[in-house]
């Protein structure tokens, strides 16, 4: 009954809340970790056991990752980076036919989340507002740029004047020229969603983004607020969405004006956050994936107004030679 984290990296908080709720109903179970440089992961080291795998490019990625699941008794993936998505969707029913059940969302719901064109259709679909996207021959400043299909705000820039501008912006087919929600009227929130096995949505917690460092929250706040009843209402049943979703929004701090961004099918960095607060998605996934319980619906089960604050911890490895 072991459970594997996937480019585990620096997912140390993730790691050990699994670990928690594992071990609560299975004592002897182990959470595994993942790793294209295992002995340099935090998320590794603070594993039960952990493995190395191929980088996600090289073409016995897979194979490898059945072999060495069997080996560590893995019956549960979890996957946290976008680049690994599409690859674990393609190769669900060869991973469950190993005995390995992936926590993935399906292959057309992640090719909707990758292309941010594609999402803000989705969006739409759903009565969620987004904003405007302008052609590249007419636009209007401040406006802000990102990839269709990036992560980590790799690749993105606020352009206030023209001067702004260079060739590369316009050349490049994949960014995108959006509106400018300005952070003086908007509150940028990043929300976990818990979807069950059904495709309908179990919990929702709003974090409010503070500081972001790395690309991923520093300093965040849970709030319970009118997002929770929008999310409700709109996203009620998503076709192909499992497990974990950190979707992306943007509300107005004195009106009631909520715009999309994007949605990432996958834990995201800030979650402990959501899991400190009291959505339990790792017990969750346990209770659906290995005890095959209905999780019925737990909105409002989380302690709002929940700050979280994070700071360097330290991880010693004695007598690393690499």
Known sequence: MNILITSAGRRVSLV???????????????????????????????????????????????????????????????????????????????????????????????????????????????????????????????????????????????????????EYHFENEKLMFLEYLDHDHYDEFTCDLYYGKDHKLKCAVPRKRIEVRDGEVNKAVAMNNSLVDYIKENLAYVEGAVGCLTAQFFKHKSESKIYGIEINPRFGGGYPLSYLAGANFPKWIIEEYILGKEISEKFDCWEDNLLMIRYDDEILVHGYKG
């Open 16 to 166: 050990r809340a699994f670990q928690k709720e594992l071990k609560k109903l299975y004592p002897e179970s182990k959470v595994v970790a993942a790793d294209a440089k295992p002995e340099l992961s935090a998320a590794c080291h603070a594993a039960d056991e952990y493995f190395q795998v191929p980088r996600l490019d090289k073409p016995e990625y897979i194979e490898n990752l059945i072999v060495q699941c069997k080996e560590h008794g893995v019956k549960l993936v979890i996957p946290t980076i976008d680049t690994e998505l599409l690859l674990l969707a393609k190769n669900k029913i060869l991973l469950e036919e190993n005995g390995i059940i992936p926590i993935i969302a399906s292959i057309s719901f992640i090719e909707k989340c990758r292309d941010k064109r594609v999402i803000h259709d989705f969006f739409e679909s759903h009565s969620i507002a987004i904003a405007k996207e302008y052609s590249k021959d007419d636009f209007e400043l401040p406006m802000f740029i990102k990839p269709i299909d990036g992560s980590r705000s790799v690749d993105t820039y606020l352009i206030k004047t023209k001067e702004d501008l260079t």
